[in-house]
């Protein structure tokens, strides 16, 4: 299958005083199309900020994005309007990502009135298509964001994000807000929509039980870098990276018999600001040594299985 979307070298930094703050740095993958690639790992470990500056909702400090075989690495007005077409986004707070002053319908609506060149009572038509595909009666038509929750809420998302037909999108933690029932029908709604739409998805959460259910590949990321990269049962069943590790060991479990060790990470946060060469969990792990403080490269442990970490072939 032919990859969609290809990420090389990918960084974005931002000023912060007297330095940058390397929020993505130095970040490459692959995504086959119809496939989902879930990114995980801590708030504040850059896993937003990829999925926007690969949208061009903030602007990439280097590296390159192909996207369909086309270069749009540092895309012009022309090209950006084609770029939001074919690559949408669903936020986190389906409340603060509506516009309080538009009801359902308007909301929906506002994509195609943009970008369609569809007749007025063409649009509608194709509203009230999409409020029927995302799950939403007929008769919240001219309802408002106030008066819905937040399920409905979060269909108002999707349902704007398909509105143009996209090949891709980025699901910056869509259920995070949600009950956790649901949570289970907006992501079951979304493994549909993949299906029916052939849909690619870049998925942005910090739930490792929701990421394993709905993504082929996952990414793991440590303050701005990806520290493993393996398919979603492999990355539960052989974690490789002493982060990974730790993070997996924190998932619970229904079972009291069933108990697993928890791994505690001790030690301060290594500063994004001007960071120093070498592995940035260092600070963390139980495992650091000397080798650690040299430039770690990311290398293919297996098949497919990506991991950044001078260590991990003796750690069993």
Known sequence: MAAL??????????????????????????????????????SGCGKTTL????????????????????????PNKQELHKIREDMQIIFQDPFSSLNPRMSVSAAIMEPLLLHSKLKKADIRVETRKLMDTVGIARRFENAYPHELDGGRRQRIGIARALALKPKFIVCDEPVSALDVSIQAQIINLMLDLQEEWGLTYMFVTHDLSVVKYISDDIMVMYLGQMVEKAPSDEMFEKPLHPYTKALLSAIPTPSLDDKKERIIMQGEITSPINPKPGCRFMARCQYASKKCEQPQTLEEAAPGHFVSCCRYGELG
Do not use: C, N, W
């Open 5 to 42: 979307l290809e990420v090389k070298g990918l960084k974005k930094y931002f000023k912060s005083g007297a330095g940058q703050l390397h929020a993505v740095d130095d970040i490459s993958f692959t995504l086959d199309e119809g496939k989902t690639l879930g990114v995980v790992g801590e």
């Open 51 to 74: 999925g926007r500056t690969v949208m061009h909702l903030l602007q990439p400090t280097a590296g390159e994005i192909h996207f369909a075989g086309r270069d749009i690495s540092s």
